[in-house]
């Protein structure tokens, strides 16, 4: 108890100093030095929760499921501890865990819910040990640190293997890697997926990550595909398929960043938040709040006030312009982002940024397979952005869009677009982690937006 105490305090300290001295929010450090006293730390304060915790992972989508299951808890009365400034390794869960301890070492909350990074979905499983865990999705991210998605598919059966007694898996059916792994575990899982063939293509796009029978190496056979590989999908042989989804999304109404609605089980949920992408963070929040006991009614009502999280669709006010941020990490999130912007809210003008930090992910080669030939004759200004925004401008010229003369300082970026866009008009930031956080910070700056972790 003295060394949880000891380290509870130290973290507190340190995020303190962190956000005091501007050199961050806090959300990381602390995690480091409360783990240096007490390696158990975050084992003993999720202890210390009330009805335990819900764990969230996949490649996209993680911080806004995150917020949305942690403001449906809310809204029911419950006291919940979030990473929600999307520090998604161990040690920001921990700093999380930390931030809301008291003085006497104790985590005074009902609930945990952390998005956690999926390679370290292993060791948040044995330390944290879920009442609940969610996969949304597996798609190619960051190869350079992870490599290919069958090695991330293993370590997140692994730990799904070992979860605890009476725990819930809560699995996208309608991404193979995902049924893969849902299939090959010792209990069924609680399946979701999308159930409407208006908005569904009838092909993979190009830079699909799984096309293949897991069990055979046939081509697999889509009959909806919804985003990236994410579709309805099965082996011509028999020998594997999208498993039967237990909660469905029907009725799907897309307008454009705006809002969304669906159906699931009956029940109409509407939300101001948009993308075809965003249906399934709605219904995968949806299918662990339900399993966790709340209410389809009170989650359809409580979903209407809902507010994205810093970047994912966050919108911000700027000399009379409307800015909207939106996260866009890899070929299947970028190619969601940009299909929405253009096809579904029409957008014109546009920074793209690119970087290639620790965060990013370092190869940036996943960029020719993002389809920027969407915005080609459709968009009037895009500014490519960020460290790699050379390569972006390359990028574009391939795909015959029309840019202008790279930038790689944020607030010139900004002043580019500012000049472009006329008062009134809605213009798209759509770039990586990093290149994001650096907009943000000009934003910031200049007193348009809020520093992260305070939203």
Not at 50 to 76: C, D, F, M, P
Not at 82 to 96: K, P
Not at 169 to 197: F, Q, S, T
Request: neutral net charge; hydrophobic residues 40%; contains cysteine.
């Amino acid at each position: 108890m003295i060394r949880k105490t000891a380290a509870v305090w130290a973290g507190k300290a340190t995020g303190t100093l962190s956000r005091v001295t501007r050199r961050g929010g806090g959300t990381t450090l602390p995690g480091d030095v409360a783990r240096a006293i007490d390696p158990k730390i975050l084992t003993r304060l999720a202890q210390d929760l009330t009805y335990g915790s819900i764990v969230i992972t996949g490649t996209n989508g993680k911080t806004t499921t995150a917020r949305l299951v942690s403001y449906l808890l809310e809204g029911a009365g419950h006291r919940v501890v979030s990473n929600r400034a999307g520090a998604n390794l161990i040690f920001g869960a921990t700093a999380a865990a930390l931030d809301r301890a008291g003085a006497d070492g104790r985590l005074r909350a009902d609930w945990g819910v952390f998005e956690i990074d999926e390679a370290s979905l292993p060791r948040a499983v044995d330390e944290i040990q879920p009442r609940a865990t969610l996969v949304l999705n597996l798609f190619r991210d960051q190869l350079d640190r992870y490599g290919e998605l069958e090695s991330i598919a293993k370590k997140i059966e692994q730990a799904l293997s070992t979860l605890p007694e009476g725990a819930r898996a809560v699995l996208n059916a309608d991404d193979p890697r995902v049924a893969e792994i849902g299939l090959g575990l010792p209990y069924r899982p609680l399946w979701y997926g999308l159930d409407d063939v208006s908005i569904a293509a009838k092909t993979l796009p190009h830079a699909a990550d799984a096309r293949t029978c897991p069990r055979c190496g046939a081509s697999l056979i889509f009959d909806a595909v919804y985003v990236g590989h994410d579709g309805v999908y099965r082996c011509p042989n028999g020998d594997f398929a999208r498993p039967e989804p237990d909660l469905r999304a029907t009725d799907i109404k897309l307008n454009g960043f705006e809002s969304l609605a669906l159906t699931i089980a009956g029940t109409r949920i509407e939300l101001p938040l948009g993308g075809l992408y965003n249906c399934y963070n709605v219904l995968a929040a949806y299918a662990v709040a339900y399993s966790v006991g709340l209410e389809p009614q009170y989650i359809a009502d409580r979903l209407k006030t809902f507010k994205p999280a810093f970047g994912r669709q966050e919108r911000v006010e700027f000399r009379g312009r409307h800015l909207v941020l939106v996260l866009s990490k890899n070929p299947a999130g970028f190619n969601e982002t940009v299909r929405t912007a253009v096809d579904l809210a029409k957008g014109t003008n546009y920074i793209l940024g690119l970087n290639d930090r620790k965060a990013d992910g370092t190869d940036v080669s996943w960029i020719w397979d993002v389809d920027f030939e969407q915005l080609k004759d459709r968009a009037r200004v895009v500014i490519p952005a960020g460290v790699r925004a050379h390569d972006l401008a390359v990028r574009l010229k391939y795909a015959g869009v029309k840019a202008e003369a790279p930038e790689t300082d944020p607030g010139k970026a900004l002043d580019v677009l500012i000049k472009n866009t006329d008062e009134g008009d809605t213009a798209y930031v759509l770039c990586t982690y990093t290149a994001m956080l650096d907009i943000r910070a000009e934003l910031v700056r200049r007193g348009w937006a809020q520093p992260y972790w305070e939203t």
